[in-house]
T-cell receptor, first 116, second 111 residues
């Protein structure tokens, strides 16, 4: 398995532009998580899905952020319009829930976003 | 109070030293516990799960105290390659899975 795949790896965009981050979870995993990591705030959970349904989006900072999971193998995180304070590393992670509470989350390599 | 708290660090130790990291969590209903390792500019990766009875994996020992809501990680005979940030992770999902990460403790092992 190739693991969790994110694209792009790096994104530099101008303030006000729309940014779309993409994630392909590990096949068979039914949970997908979007995290944001900054030096100041560490790893913050933005939203997570179970079986393609958003379960908790309380971490989404504001209406400029939206996430979708149209099918089991693809998710997007969109920022529109982007602002400099959105600059961070965005990680996607997936996990399975096989009645084993010790299942872990597997992370993609992240997208490093810079908004100038 | 944050859901998961860790020693602020950084920890700078010589090769061969033993180092211990502590972590506390606030949600008593937390289901499962992990230690992740994150190298600079890389994604977090699982180091080890933490089981109720405590568990060991080579030089690494994890302990859980549910009554005190406390987790620890002990690294013996530290190597240069152990230099990284160590993240305490708690699954607080009441329904399924919801991984909450601590702020991490940075470890530098010095020659």
């Amino acid at each position: 398995d190739a693991g969790v795949i994110q694209s792009p790896r790096h994104e530099v965009t101008e303030m006000g532009q729309e940014v779309t981050l993409r994630c392909k979870p590990i096949s068979g995993h039914d949970y997908l998580f979007w995290y944001r990591q900054t030096m100041m705030r560490g790893l913050e959970l933005l939203i997570y899905f179970n079986n393609n349904v958003p379960i908790d989006d309380s971490g989404m900072p504001e209406d400029r952020f939206s996430a979708k999971m149209p099918n089991a193998s693809f998710s997007t995180l969109k920022i529109q319009p982007s602002e400099p304070r959105d600059s961070a590393v965005y990680f996607c992670a997936s996990s399975s829930d096989l009645a084993n509470v010790n299942t872990e989350a597997f992370f993609g390599q992240g997208t490093r976003l810079t908004v100038v | 109070r944050k859901e998961v708290e860790q020693d602020p660090g950084p920890f700078n130790v010589p090769e061969g030293a033993t180092v211990a990291f502590n972590c506390t969590y606030s949600n008593s209903a937390s289901q499962s516990f992990f230690w992740y390792r994150q190298d600079c500019r890389k994604e977090p990766k699982l180091l080890m799960s933490v089981y109720s009875s405590g568990n060991e994996d080579g030089r690494f020992t994890a302990q859980l105290n549910r009554a005190s809501q406390y987790i620890s990680l002990l690294i013996r005979d530290s190597k240069l390659s152990d230099s990284a940030t160590y993240l305490c992770v708690v699954n607080v999902g009441n329904y399924g899975q919801n991984f909450v990460f601590g702020p991490g403790t940075r470890l530098s092992v010095l020659p």
